[in-house]
């Protein structure tokens, strides 16, 4: 009997472009497994995962406990809606607001839903208890920001990309630079509900602002009457060497959003979580979310709290985050630019003459390491938590030989 010879590469990639929409670009590999930082594509060709979905995958591929909490779940109930109460609903609330130290959770299930579950908020603070006129709220953003691809949030990106052809653009925005406090105490107004920012820039290139802008939003907020609303949706939970990236500032938001990570890489969890004053002004009927809270999303949820309330994930997001930096930081003039961020998470400048990003990212594959660029120049590396040392090594031994190879 002949053997039916399975699908390779080129034809998985072949029913992709035929049969899905083209609005992503991806590398050119079908992935099949994945277990901690590997992963394995359908020819069985093993890869060190440098970008782990974007922060999605923080606990690594398959974490046993994540995965436990996921098949336990699922042989008992996995939705119920919002109409009803479920027993894995309030203790996944309660666990998530005793970690991050908030009051509240609003559970939804993407990261751009829980930006636009944080504007819906802060615009109805704005009416009903800071006394702004009906429809006359405005939230100040920074430039270059990334919250997701929404129309709403597109309405405020800086990036044509994202935003050619998919107007008229919601208003009530307006869009200072990032990292500059004079421009944004110049557009803070009476007006202003809330301002909303990321504390470490992903989308952008891995930015991280200004020593002190953070504490001086935070104080702009308070003088002013506003909300300050932290998109840690790909900096919290571990990412940076702390459970979020505002308390390396030892800064407070009023309202943050969280997302990617709190799923474990599983299912999809978001949420925005902050003071009880904020958001208790939403009602019955105001908001909500067929899947957002159900409780498959909330077992897997609590597992991830539980992971984060050991300490172990930010401890190595410190310590290996170091090593990461101080041997990408060697490639500095030797085919990198300069190296930003924060943890293990880096953005890699590529120097003039190198590389293109998505060349670079070609590159990597082939040499057995994924990574993804943003900004054309710019190489993404955010590595699972659960990453080694001698694996790290690995990895910025792969991107020294592709940027410097070229020069």
Not at 311 to 334: I, K, M, N, T, Y
Request: proline share 5%.
């Amino acid at each position: 009997m002949t053997a039916i010879a399975a699908p390779t590469t080129e034809q998985f990639i072949a029913l992709d472009d035929e049969w899905s929409t083209h609005n992503y670009h991806p590398l050119p590999v079908v992935l099949s497994h994945g277990e901690g930082a590997w992963v394995t594509d359908v020819e069985g060709r093993r890869y060190l995962d440098f970008l782990s979905g974007y922060s999605s995958l923080n606990f690594g591929h398959r974490h046993p406990e994540l995965v436990a909490a996921a098949v336990g779940q699922l042989g008992r109930v996995t939705l119920t809606s919002r109409a009803f109460h479920h027993d894995q609903f309030g203790p996944f609330c309660r666990e998530l607001a005793e970690l991050t130290g908030t009051e509240m959770v609003l559970a939804m299930n993407s990261g751009a839903e829980a930006v636009e579950s944080a504007i819906k908020v802060a615009r109805k603070w704005a009416y009903r208890v800071k006394g702004v006129p009906e429809n006359t709220a405005e939230i100040v953003v920074a430039g270059a920001n990334f919250h997701g691809r929404t129309t709403t949030i597109v309405s405020f990106s800086t990036d044509e990309t994202a935003r050619a052809d998919f107007g008229p653009f919601t208003p009530g925005f307006r869009v200072v630079p990032y990292g500059s406090l004079d421009a944004l105490r110049a557009a803070v107004t009476d007006r202003t509900a809330a301002v909303l920012v990321e504390p470490v820039q992903g989308e952008a290139g891995v930015v991280v602002p200004p020593a002190g802008y953070l504490a001086g939003v935070r104080a702009l907020c308070d003088e002013r009457g506003a909300l300050m609303i932290a998109d840690e949706i790909q900096s919290g939970l571990g990412r940076t060497g702390d459970l979020l990236a505002l308390d390396h500032e030892g800064v407070r938001a009023d309202l943050y959003t969280l997302g990617k990570a709190l799923g474990g890489g599983i299912v999809p969890v978001s949420a925005v979580v902050g003071s009880r004053a904020v958001l208790g002004v939403l009602r019955p009927g105001e908001h909500g979310s067929t899947f957002g809270g159900n409780p498959l999303a909330c077992a897997v949820g609590r597992a991830v709290v539980r992971l984060l309330s050991t300490g172990e994930f930010q401890r190595r997001s410190r310590e290996l985050g170091a090593h990461l930096h101080a041997r990408l930081g060697e490639l500095v003039g030797h085919g990198v630019a300069e190296v930003r961020g924060r943890g293990l998470w880096a953005g890699v400048e590529i120097a003039p003459g190198g590389p293109r990003g998505r060349e670079a990212s070609e590159a990597l594959a082939r040499l057995g390491v994924l990574c993804k660029e943003t900004q054309e120049t710019t190489l993404r590396v955010a590595p699972p938590l659960v990453i080694t040392r001698e694996e790290l090594d690995r990895g910025v031994d792969a991107v020294g030989e592709v940027l410097t190879t070229r020069r």
